[in-house]
T-cell receptor, first 113, second 113 residues
Framework: DAGVIQSPRHEVTEMGQEVTLRCKPI?????LFWYRQTMMRGLELLIY????????DSGMPEDRFSAKMPNASFSTLKIQPSEPRDSAVYFC???????????FGSGTRLTVV | KQEVTQIPAALSVPEGENLVLNCSFT??????LQWFRQDPGKGLTSLLL?????REQTSGRLNASLDKSSGRSTLYIAASQPGDSATYLC????????????FGDGTTLTVKP
């Protein structure tokens, strides 16, 4: 298995633009997580899905952020409009159920200028 | 609210030394605890996962222990090597919401040749 695949690896965008981050979980994993990592706040859980259904989105910072999982093999995290304070590394992770341990993707480094 | 603390924040040791990394958590009602390694600019790689009913897990030169009653886990690295240099994070999954793990800020380890 190729592991959790995220795209793009790097994204530089101007403030106000829409940004879409993509994730393909490991085949057979039924839980998917979106995390954000910054120097100031460390690793923060934004949202997670079980069987394609959002279970907890309390970590989503504000309405500018949205996430979807239209099927078991694909998820997106969208920021619209983007702001400089959204600059961070965004990780996607998947697991065989929330308590089975995570496998992380390589992350997307987002820079909003 | 679960709080996870990793002390020290940074550690530097000479090659060949055995060392212990610490992870403390405030709520002992956990489902599992997972140790990760993160290299600069990379994603998180899972090292060991300990279920709440277990006391320890071993993989090669790594041994992780769990003491729920005291709210502590340790990661023991034997015969450290320069390639072990990385940031080590622990993540605690609560019993009530196993998908919503709390991560520590990590310990950055440098092993000097």
């Amino acid at each position: 298995d190729a592991g959790v695949i995220q795209s793009p690896r790097h994204e530089v965008t101007e403030m106000g633009q829409e940004v879409t981050l993509r994730c393909k979980p490991i085949s057979g994993h039924n839980s998917l997580f979106w995390y954000r990592q910054t120097m100031m706040r460390g690793l923060e859980l934004l949202i997670y899905f079980n069987n394609n259904v959002p279970i907890d989105d309390s970590g989503m910072p504000e309405d500018r952020f949205s996430a979807k999982m239209p099927n078991a093999s694909f998820s997106t995290l969208k920021i619209q409009p983007s702001e400089p304070r959204d600059s961070a590394v965004y990780f996607c992770a998947s697991s065989l159920g929330g308590a089975a341990g995570y496998t992380f993707g390589s992350g997307t480094r987002l820079t909003v200028v | 609210k679960q709080e996870v603390t990793q002390i020290p924040a940074a550690l530097s040791v000479p090659e060949g030394e055995n060392l212990v990394l610490n992870c403390s958590f405030t709520d002992s009602a956990i489902y599992n605890l997972q140790w990760f390694r993160q290299d600069p600019g990379k994603g998180l790689t899972s090292l060991l996962l300990i279920q709440s009913s277990q006391r320890e897990q071993t993989s090669g030169r790594l041994n992780a222990s769990l003491d729920k009653s005291s709210g502590r886990s340790t990661l023991y690295i034997a015969a450290s090597q320069p390639g072990d240099s990385a940031t080590y994070l622990c993540a605690v999954s609560p019993h009530t919401n196993a998908g919503k793990s709390t991560f520590g800020d990590g310990t950055t380890l440098t092993v000097k040749p």
